[in-house]
């Protein structure tokens, strides 16, 4: 018999976060999560989600055995910003069994129905401006950095379970060899157009970096409000991602454009950790990990564009090519191999087309459920 039971304490904890290695264990593709990260962010106090959110987390035993978990969330933002009652799932996993799917669900469904929420939506971990959706094709590769990945069964679990596709979201693939290189040649005379009009294009100022991201998170919550399932990110959730990537940023892959002073969009790429984290046992960075990381950096031969964004009423005058053009570059400049941009939804032409226009290739689909309560 399936028990659900809810995660109190630091040691439920670590058996929630810790599940998935032994569930993916021999996945070849299968990328531990680092586990101090993991935990701040599910952890009330570490994490400014909490701030305005709520998390329960929930083990599924089979006797003593864990057989799957699942979070249900309340997202206060997200609903307060679409006047909206939604409940949310994420941090799914659990072994092939309908039983333990269903049981699962209807957990986390009875306790945001307990909360007011009117619809189940997911996975996200915890939100769309997180690691979200369930991986529906491209299970032949790893995840890249702050992309989920799951078994291909999860898929059926979920339809059979009464859920319906909400929407899917794109990644891309662009390929060094097989590029259109056809935006860095026209490069320079867009950015001396761009410029007649009083709009440049620079890297982020890592050495005034604070009041950069200020200035980004700005933006971020503008260029991206139109997008289905956005959810705009408050001061503290935005410096607490600024200062993560920190780390890992080179400042020719963050670049900003900006009218007479005034940021007007942004572009960021990152280099693919996950070919590190990969080796990383049970996403320990102590006492190993930490130099893997460290070491491994020069060696990744990957990187992902997770944001690029033009405010209304500057978009399609060339600076997203801009954008693409000066990644690519760099990316080359770094001997670079490809690049994965994501994740874009599925329905957002303009931003598909754009990839389209460098030869990138979609190799992953993402998608979002939804079920009513």
């Known amino acids: 018999m399936i028990n659900i039971v809810p995660v109190t304490g630091s040691a439920a904890l670590k058996t929630f976060i810790d599940y998935p290695h032994e569930l993916y264990s021999g996945d070849p593709n299968y990328v531990p999560e680092l586990f101090i990260a993991q935990r701040d962010l599910l952890t009330p106090g570490k994490h400014p989600f909490h701030e305005h959110s709520k998390v329960k987390l929930f083990l599924a035993k089979d006797g003593e055995k864990v057989v799957g978990r699942i979070a249900a969330i309340l997202n206060g933002e997200h609903n307060h910003f679409n006047n909206v009652t939604d409940g949310f799932f994420g941090f799914l996993d659990l072994i092939n069994s ?75 693939w662009i390929e060094r060899e097989s590029y259109s290189d056809r935006s860095v040649r026209l490069q320079k005379a867009i950015e001396e157009r761009l410029t007649r009009h009083g709009i440049t294009i620079r890297p982020v100022n890592i050495k005034d970096f604070k009041n950069e991201v200020t200035k980004l998170r700005e933006v971020y919550n503008a260029a991206w409000d139109r997008n289905l399932g956005f959810v705009p990110m408050t001061e503290n959730e935005f410096n607490y991602l600024a200062k993560d990537l920190k780390m890992l940023l080179d400042p020719k892959l963050c670049l900003v454009a900006e009218h007479q002073g ?18 990383v046992r049970k996403g320990r960075l102590l006492p190993t990990g930490i130099f893997k990381l460290l070491l491994g950096l020069k060696k990744v031969k990957s990187i992902r564009v997770l944001a690029l964004g033009v405010v209304d009423g500057y978009r399609k005058l060339g600076i997203e090519a801009c954008f693409y053009a000066s990644i690519i570059k760099r990316g080359i400049e770094r001997d670079m191999l490809g690049a994965e941009a994501s994740w874009i939804l599925e329905n957002n032409e303009m931003m598909n087309k754009g990839i389209q226009s460098v030869n990138g290739k979609v190799y992953k689909k993402y998608r979002i459920y939804e079920k009513a309560l």
């Not at 929420?117 to 491209?138: D, K, M, R």
């Not at 990152?270 to 990969?278: A, E, G, R, S, T």
């Open 98 to 172: 309908q039983e333990v799917a269903d049981a699962l669900l209807k957990e986390a469904a009875a306790w945001l129905q307990e909360q007011g929420a009117t619809t189940l939506i997911g996975p996200v971990n915890p939100s769309t401006n997180e690691p979200c959706g369930l991986l529906i094709e491209g299970y032949d590769k790893p995840a890249v950095v702050m992309m989920t990945y799951n078994k291909p069964y999860y898929t059926a679990l979920l339809e059979k379970a009464g859920l319906d596709k909400k929407v899917d979201l794109l990644a891309w």
């Open 262 to 279: 005034k940021i007007i969009g942004f572009a960021l790429a990152v280099p693919d950790i996950n070919q590190i984290l990969i080796k």
